[in-house]
């Protein structure tokens, strides 16, 4: 497996992908598969091609050439922001599901997080009953501080998010 940051050569196979995670993972996206299936090549680029002002990225997990899965990097750049990093968008294909994906595409997202200075944090949000995941953000030492309830409505069924956040270099105040 190899992971590295996405760019336009990655957009068709990163489009494929991501509708299939919507498709089969409905209640883990707060984007539906009809949100997004009309998306020109153009949008697609547009999203997974990392920012100039560093604001957001992509990482993808391939193996053998073949585009496994990714997760999103969203660094805000408002002053009072700009400390905390949110991910956002974690999908492996099942075929390669407990193989590790999980936490290669984790790590290299928290060790891009913790390379921008001035950055201390990093949250995401994740379907309270989605087991899985939870256990991967909890394995790497984020920390669940709360859950909105009915935040995602798929169906016509609410879902719970539950709230992580993984901290360092902690100051007063
Ligand atoms: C959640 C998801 C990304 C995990 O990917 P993965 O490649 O299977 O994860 P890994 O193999 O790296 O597993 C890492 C850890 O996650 C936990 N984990 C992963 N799958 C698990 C499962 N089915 N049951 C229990 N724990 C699980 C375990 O703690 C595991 O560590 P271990 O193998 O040492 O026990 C994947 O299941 C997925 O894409 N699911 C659908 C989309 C989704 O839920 N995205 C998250 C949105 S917030």
Known sequence: MKVRLLDATDARAYQRLRLQALQESP??????HADEVGRSLDDVVARITAAADGSVCTFGIFEQDQ????????????????????????????SCRRRGFGRALLQAAVAHAHAIAGVRQIRLGVNASNAEARALYQSIGF??????????????????EAHYVLRWGLVAG
């Open 143 to 160: 920390t669940s501080y709360g859950v909105e309830p009915g935040a995602l409505q798929v169906d016509g069924m609410c879902h719970d």
């Open 67 to 94: 585009l496994a899965g990714f997760v999103a990097v969203i660094h805000p750049q408002r002053e009072k922001l700009r400390h905390a990093v949110e991910l956002a968008g974690m999908y492996v294909a099942p």
């Open 27 to 32: 209640t883990a996206f707060s984007a539906s």
